[in-house]
C-alpha cells in the first residue's frame, strides 16, 4: 500500500530544538517521531511512501532511505503551506488507483490498521475530544458519516480526525483535492483535507470510521514529555547503561555508550548515544545524543544533542550545541 506523510511543518512550538531537527525527527522514547509512523503502518502493509517536505526536508528523506532500505521512498517539497490538501496533492505524479493512506508525519497513534487491506470504503480515524473546535470533525447518524467539518465554530460532533486516513482510490482522492482548489473553497485561508472530503461524502463516496487506541501529541516540549512517559510506560525499558554506584528506576530508553556514575535516573528518561551522568538525579527527560549532566537534578525536561548541563535543580528546553551551567 502506498501512503503520503506530510511533514513540511517548521515545528515552530518546539523550538530552539527544532532550529537544527526537523520536528519529525525529534526523539521520543528512543526513536525518531517519524520512525513510530512508519513502524505502525507496516501493520497496513505499506511499502510505499511520499514524504511532503519543507524545512531541513532533505534530512528527513534521507533518514526515511536509510532506515526503511525495503520501503519505497519519494518526496514532494511543499513551498508554501497552504493546506493539507494542497499538501498532498503535491504526491498525485506517484498516486495510481490502489488505496492511499495519508498520516500526517507526527501524529502518533496505536490502531490495528491491518483491518484496512482490503477495504472498499474510505476510511477515518478519529477519536473523541473535549474541543472539537481545534479539529475536522465526523459527524455520525447511526454507523454512517454524514458530514464532515474542519474546525467547527459551534458543537456538532466530538469525533476528532486524528490525522490517519484511507482512501479506496488514491486517484479518485486526487480529483477530490483539485476541484477543492479549482472552486477554490478555503477554511480558515487553506485547502483542507477535510473539505476535499466533505465534497466525495456529497457525491456518494461511502466513508467509515476507525477508532484508535491512543493519540499522542508531540507539538510541544510539554506533550512530548507526556507522549514519551506513555510509551516507556507501554513498551517498557530499554537499553543497558554502564552503571558505576548508580540506580536506574523503570521505564526507561538507553541508546548505546549511556554512562552513568553515582545517580539516580528516571523513571522516564530516554537518551541519545553517548549521554554521561555524573553525580545527578534525572527524571521524565529526553536527552540528546552526547549530551552531558553534571550535579544536577532535574525532571521535565529536553535537551538537543551535545548539550551540556552542570549545576542544580532547574527546568529547561535547550536546541543543539547549547551550554548551560546554573
Known amino acids: 500500500m502506498h501512503c503520503i506523510i506530510p511533514a513540511a511543518g517548521?515545528?515552530?512550538?518546539?523550538?530552539?530544538?527544532t532550529w537544527s531537527i526537523p520536528k519529525p525527527l525529534i526523539p521520543v522514547a528512543?526513536?525518531?517521531?517519524?520512525a513510530h509512523v512508519i513502524d505502525s503502518l507496516l501493520e497496513a502493509d505499506v511499502d510505499h511512501i511520499t514524504l511532503i517536505v519543507g524545512y531541513l526536508g532533505d534530512s528527513i528523506v534521507s533518514w526515511a532511505r536509510t532506515a526503511y532500505p525495503d520501503i519505497k521512498v519519494d518526496f514532494a517539497i511543499q513551498e508554501k503551506p497552504d493546506g493539507?490538501?494542497?499538501?498532498?496533492?503535491?504526491a498525485e505524479q506517484y498516486v495510481n488507483d490502489g488505496s492511499l493512506m495519508i498520516v500526517l508525519g507526527d501524529t502518533l497513534f496505536s490502531a490495528d490498521l491491518s483491518v484496512l487491506k482490503g477495504e472498499t470504503r474510505n476510511m477515518i480515524v478519529t477519536s473523541p475530544v473535549e474541543d472539537p473546535s481545534r479539529f475536522g470533525v465526523v459527524v455520525m447518524e447511526g454507523s454512517g458519516v454524514v458530514e464532515l467539518v474542519e474546525k467547527p465554530s459551534e458543537f456538532i460532533s466530538n469525533l476528532a480526525?486524528?490525522?490517519?486516513y484511507y482512501f479506496a482510490s488514491g486517484r479518485k482522492l486526487m480529483e477530490y483535492c483539485k476541484e477543492l482548489k479549482k472552486k477554490d473553497i478555503k477554511t480558515r485561508g487553506e485547502y483542507q483535507l477535510t473539505d476535499a472530503m466533505q465534497l466525495m461524502l456529497k457525491n456518494g463516496e461511502p466513508f467509515g470510521i476507525l477508532d484508535i487506541d491512543g493519540w499522542y501529541d508531540c507539538g510541544k516540549p510539554e506533550t512530548l514529555l507526556e507522549t514519551n512517559r506513555e510509551l516507556?510506560?507501554?513498551?517498557g525499558s530499554s537499553g543497558s547503561p554502564v552503571l558505576e554506584n548508580s540506580v536506574v528506576i523503570?521505564?526507561?530508553?538507553?541508546?548505546?555508550?549511556t554512562v552513568i556514575r553515582n545517580s539516580v535516573v528516571g523513571p522516564w528518561f530516554s537518551g541519545g548515544t553517548g549521554v554521561l551522568i555524573e553525580n545527578s538525579r534525572i527524571s521524565n527527560t529526553i536527552a540528546g545524543a552526547d549530551s552531558e549532566f553534571k550535579h544536577v537534578m532535574l525532571t521535565e525536561t529536553v535537551?538537543?544533542?551535545r548539550s551540556i548541563v552542570h549545576g542544580s535543580f532547574s527546568k529547561m528546553y535547550t536546541g543543539d550545541d547549547s551550554v548551560a551551567e546554573i
Open 10 to 17: 517548521r515545528g515552530t512550538r518546539m523550538r530552539p530544538l
Open 30 to 34: 528512543g526513536r525518531p517521531v517519524l
Open 84 to 90: 493539507l490538501a494542497s499538501a498532498v496533492l503535491l
Open 161 to 164: 480526525i486524528v490525522g490517519v
Open 232 to 235: 516507556l510506560d507501554r513498551n
Open 250 to 257: 523503570d521505564p526507561c530508553f538507553f541508546s548505546e555508550g
Open 303 to 305: 535537551t538537543g544533542e
